[in-house]
């Protein structure tokens, strides 16, 4: 378990330069694995390690998907008309009104993608509070354990950072507009309206697209060969 811990360390080192403090964790985990002898880390710094690790990959995901596009030009993670306004929105396209519904994608879209990066500081604050025992479950856990993680602490503070940023960007680019033209237009629309909140599932959506890229972030470390870049990694990861 420990040289599974070393290779996070020993990850994090390579991904980012400026985590120079972890230099000297680098030097002993390729002592310890040569030697194999593992008392030359401790716990402290086994947890280090990991968390600074952890920290480039949510970094990542945030930065992958709080940008422009971030969300609309990713098909995995695009936020499209809710299931139940699909429709609503097959009719407005038969009778050529296809834009409207167009519109509405593309400023929910671009709402969570004013949302995400809200969560940098989020998954920040959750690393702080990691323990060993997080740490252990993490690395000896499934492909998206540490995922998992971050959805368990982490997914009620989000959703109270997103709520308000989902609705004042969604006001903002017209998205309640475009939704109540939709709505208007649409046979029952009325009682759609009264059944529905769009903030609710604008905000659900942008949880799901941000919890879907980080763990396609951790399957790279855990899974990729290509990701797998040095011996340490190889046996470690390589045996999963």
Do not use: W
């Not at 290779?7 to 980012?16: E, G, K, Q, T």
């Not at 710094?45 to 930065?63: C, D, P, R």
């Not at 740490?135 to 354990?145: E, K």
């Not at 941000?210 to 290509?226: D, Q, S, T, V, W």
């Amino acid at each position: 378990m420990r040289r599974f811990l070393f290779s996070i360390s020993l990850a994090c080192c390579l991904c980012c330069s400026s985590f120079a403090q972890l230099d000297d964790i680098l030097k002993k985990a390729d002592a310890a694995l040569e030697h194999r002898d593992t008392s030359g880390l401790s716990d402290d710094k086994i947890i280090a390690g990991l968390k600074q690790a952890l920290q480039v990959s949510t970094s990542k995901a945030v930065a992958l998907t709080g940008k422009p596009d971030g969300f609309l030009k990713n098909e995995a993670i695009k936020i499209v008309l809710p299931p139940k306004l699909e429709s609503v929105g097959r009719g407005l396209r038969m009778f050529g009104m296809g834009s409207k519904v167009d519109e509405l994608e593309v400023g929910m879209n671009r709402a969570a993608e004013q949302a995400t990066p809200q969560a940098k500081q989020i998954f920040l604050a959750a690393l702080k509070k990691m323990s060993f025992d997080d740490a252990r479950h993490i690395l000896t856990g499934n492909d998206t354990a540490a995922t998992e993680y971050f959805k368990r602490t982490s997914s009620d503070d989000l959703t109270t950072a997103f709520s308000p940023i989902v609705h004042q960007s969604m006001q903002k680019i017209g998205v309640m507009q475009q939704y109540d033209r939709v709505i208007k237009d649409s046979p029952g629309g009325n009682f759609l309206a009264s059944q529905f909140d769009l903030d609710k599932y604008v905000v659900g959506k942008t949880l799901d697209g941000l919890f879907h890229m980080l763990g396609e972030e951790e399957k790279k470390i855990r899974k990729n060969p290509a990701a797998q870049t040095t011996a340490l990694l190889k046996e470690v990861f390589g045996r999963k």
